[in-house]
């Protein structure tokens, strides 16, 4: 009998998984250079459910997904100290034949 895992399994919608468009020098670089595009996603989404996120959103075919968790960075604010919050980047590399236009 399997072990339930410890991330809850919950349904989400592809609008959902995709939160926005990582749009910076060097993602657009990588976009024009490798083909590849870089969103801010779901942290509890993982590497299948971000493809098919990104095929049903954007009517591509997605070749590698590779992600990241980026841990938040201590900030201050007057005399207070606060923690940014942590979110997860994914990397999705597309098939040579689609592209991805943001503007």
């Keep these: 009998m399997a072990q339930p895992s410890n991330k809850a399994e919950c349904a989400l919608e592809p609008y959902q998984i995709v939160l926005r468009p990582l749009v910076t020098e060097k993602g657009l670089h990588k976009a024009e250079r490798c083909n ?6 779901n942290p509890l989404a993982d590497k299948r459910a971000i493809r098919e996120a990104i095929e049903h959103l954007f009517e591509v075919k997605v070749v590698r997904v590779n992600t ?4 938040g960075k201590p900030r201050r604010n007057r005399l207070r ?3 940014t919050k942590t979110w997860k980047k994914a990397i999705v590399t597309l098939d040579p ?3 991805i236009n943001f503007f």
């Design 81 to 83: 100290w606060g923690v």
């Design 36 to 41: 590849a595009y870089a969103f801010e996603v």
């Design 97 to 99: 034949e689609h592209r």
């Design 68 to 71: 990241q968790t980026r841990r």
